[in-house]
């Protein structure tokens, strides 16, 4: 099981990717974690979609937000591993990816994320730091993280 990588602007993504996708997001940020919110939102249109594929399955997703939209900086959100590939490391490979792709799209610019508190330390493992108080987003305790350029 070799991961395929994937970085798309929106529109160069087919209707079927796409639907993957915001089936995934929902399955996961909607469903599971028991969160009423508007997920696709008008982000996409101003992101990088970056795609995991396993055996031709959607594996993990996350999207990369422009500068000077959600925040100065560019910023990963959406970071999700689909319930079946979960605890296998890919979560971190593909947040390795990202990271390695900001630096290509956005060179020498930091990385400003919305995390949920519960997985800081996985960020933490990336080089971001906590800036900030603790805070409600769709009713789910966030802190935002910066990533120092490279
Ligand atoms: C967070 C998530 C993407 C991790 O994906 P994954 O592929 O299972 O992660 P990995 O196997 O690469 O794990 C990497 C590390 O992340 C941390 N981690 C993973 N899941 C975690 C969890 N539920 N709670 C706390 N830490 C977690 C661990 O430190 C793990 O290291 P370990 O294997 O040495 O314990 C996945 O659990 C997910 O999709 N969660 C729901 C969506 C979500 O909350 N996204 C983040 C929004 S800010």
């Known amino acids: 099981m070799q ?3 994937q970085w798309s602007r ?8 796409f639907h993957q996708i915001i089936a995934a997001r929902e399955a996961v940020f909607v469903v ?8 696709a939102d ?5 992101s990088w979609h970056l795609s995991m594929h396993i055996d031709g399955e959607l594996a993990a997703y996350l999207r990369i ?6 925040y100065p900086e560019p910023s ?6 689909t319930a079946p590939f979960r605890g296998r490391g890919l979560g971190q490979r593909l947040m390795a990816e990202a990271i390695d792709g900001a630096q290509t799209h956005y060179p020498g610019q930091p990385i400003r994320i919305s995390a949920q508190v519960y997985l800081l330390d996985f960020y933490r493992s990336f080089g ?3 800036v900030g108080e603790v805070y409600l987003e769709d009713g789910i305790e966030h802190q935002e993280m910066l990533r120092a350029g490279a």
């Open 3 to 5: 991961p395929v990588f």
């Open 32 to 39: 599971e974690q028991n969160c009423p919110y508007q997920d």
């Open 65 to 70: 937000v422009d500068p000077g939209h959600k």
């Open 76 to 81: 990963i959100g959406r970071v999700l591993t």
């Open 128 to 130: 971001f730091q906590v």
């Open 42 to 46: 008008h982000h996409d249109d101003l």
């Open 10 to 17: 929106l529109s160069e993504l087919g209707g079927t990717q």
